[in-house]
């Protein structure tokens, strides 16, 4: 089973910041948080991670909790192209990926 | 991010024929890759884990015989699906991971068994 909890939908308009939730109140101390996104018949593409610190590169921003049972992944202005299925995912060395449903973000004109 | 490649993109054969699909790592050497299968409007369900010159590991109720996978080389692996029947159409996705942890996934190949 998934390690992960998301909402199964959200919406967001177009040019506004997407916050997508992901708990993960079991999380150990060395497993990292994960986030992919899948688009319509396509493979998922990574898109950032973390383990304690919060984390930004040029796709999206990372914030984790202090305690760490919780995260959000920020697109900070959502397009249309960011219509997808977002999978936030928790993985320690050694281990595979467990893929929830995931959250489908739809990014409305 | 790192590139990955999956040949055919989609493929339809007749029941009972054999398919291969190839996962490659284009600009980096996979020391492992990954297979999943993906029904609609369904999650991605890992089928087996392979280790450059090793046998791959299979997920609990994915038959061995009937899905090879050989991972001759750090950039490719193949998935051959023997006697293929309808009910193994669906989309099959590779993944390769390298010195990190981080796995970059192949576009996936549709499968349709006639």
């Known amino acids: 089973d998934a390690k992960t909890t998301q909402p199964p939908s959200m919406d967001c308009a177009e040019g506004r910041a997407a916050n997508l939730p992901c708990n993960h109140s079991t999380i150990s101390g060395n497993e990292y948080v994960y986030w992919y996104r899948q688009i319509h018949s396509q493979g998922p593409q990574y898109i950032i991670h973390g383990l304690k610190n919060n984390e930004t590169n040029e796709m999206a921003s990372l914030i984790i909790t202090e305690d760490r049972k919780s995260s959000t992944l920020i697109l900070p202005h959502a397009t249309l192209r960011d219509t997808a299925v977002y999978y936030c995912i928790v993985m320690g060395y050694g281990q595979n990926f467990v893929f929830g449903p995931g959250t489908r973000l739809s990014v409305l004109p | 991010g790192a590139v990955v490649s999956q040949h055919p993109s989609r493929v339809i054969c007749k029941s009972g024929t054999s398919v291969k699909i190839e996962c490659r790592s284009l600009d980096f050497q996979a020391t492992t890759m990954f297979w999943y299968r993906q029904f609609p409007k369904q999650s991605l369900m890992l089928m087996a884990t392979?280790?450059?010159?090793?046998?791959?590991?299979?997920e609990q109720g994915v038959e061995k015989d009937k899905f090879l996978i050989n991972h001759a080389s750090l950039t490719l692996s193949t998935l051959t699906v023997t006697s293929a029947h309808p009910e193994d159409s669906s989309f099959y996705i590779c993944?390769?991971?390298?010195?990190?942890?981080?796995?970059?996934f192949g576009p996936g190949t549709r499968l349709l068994v006639l």
């Open positions: 392979s280790n450059e010159g090793s046998k791959a590991t299979y």
């Open positions: 993944s390769a991971r390298g010195r990190e942890e981080t796995q970059y």
